[in-house]
């Protein structure tokens, strides 16, 4: 049990069609993280938050990508007109109370069509 | 910016051989640096991190790494692996107080018995 959270575990969908992912942590944590994973590659940073406010989006995020996290607990990731270059492994981690390692769920995996 | 190149992507090796995986990390601060690991069909854990102190870190499962400084360089190492040490390992680093962690783009180490 990792401590956090992410549904769905799979997702196939058509290109073009919205999709969104949630991240729930079981217990508190400040600090929430959004991950891309590519098979052959290490986890891609995407996005994270520092309770609710969105401190740091990638340069790589493309403006069909948007996170929330509005309560400061869960958080959701959303892809709008999805495209086959979208397919991967979605990752959320948080980071733990001492502040140094990150826990991640187990994943959403993405499948665009 | 902080980047993280891990020399090797594939390490075959025979049942209790010991394994060296190579990571070299760049940054203009310090930093807190990590290994992870990704067995089959899960989610990536924790291996050993390095913080500060004592330049050689003793994760789990017998792993255990050398910060070396001069040399910006992280290496894990094992004296004898076995057949379940099988994964991909990521190393990563953080810069200290900052929010993402920078990963590598793993190596996959194959223990053959």
């Known amino acids: 049990d990792t401590g956090v959270s992410q549904d769905p575990r799979h997702k196939i969908t058509k290109r073009g069609q919205n999709v969104t992912f949630r991240c729930d942590p079981i217990?508190?944590?400040?600090?929430l993280y959004w991950y891309r994973q590519t098979l052959g590659q290490g986890p891609e940073f995407l996005t994270y938050?520092?309770?609710?406010?969105?401190?740091?989006k990638s340069r790589l995020l493309s403006d069909r990508f948007s996170a929330e996290r509005p309560k400061g607990s869960f958080s959701t990731l959303e892809i709008q007109r999805t495209e086959q270059g979208d397919s991967a492994m979605y990752l959320c981690?948080?980071?733990?109370?001492?502040?140094?390692?990150?826990?991640f769920g187990s994943g959403t995996q993405l499948s665009v069509l | 910016a902080q980047s993280v190149t891990q020399l090797d992507s594939q390490v075959p090796v025979f049942e209790e051989a010991p394994v060296e995986l190579r990571c070299n990390y760049s940054s203009s601060v310090s930093v807190y640096l990590f290994w992870y690991v990704q067995y089959p069909n899960q989610g990536l854990q924790l291996l050993l991190k390095y913080l500060s102190g004592s330049t050689l870190v003793k994760g789990i499962n017998g792993f255990e790494a050398e910060f070396n400084k001069s040399q910006t360089s992280f290496h894990l190492r094992k004296p004898s692996v076995h057949i379940s040490d099988t994964a991909e390992y990521f190393c990563?680093?953080?810069?200290?107080?900052?929010?993402?962690?920078?990963f590598g783009d793993g190596t996959t180490l194959t223990v053959k018995p």
């Open positions: 938050f520092q309770n609710e406010a969105q401190l740091e």
């Open positions: 981690a948080v980071r733990g109370t001492k502040g140094e390692k990150l826990f």
């Open positions: 217990s508190e944590h400040n600090r």
């Open positions: 990563a680093v953080s810069e200290i107080n900052a929010g993402k962690s920078t």
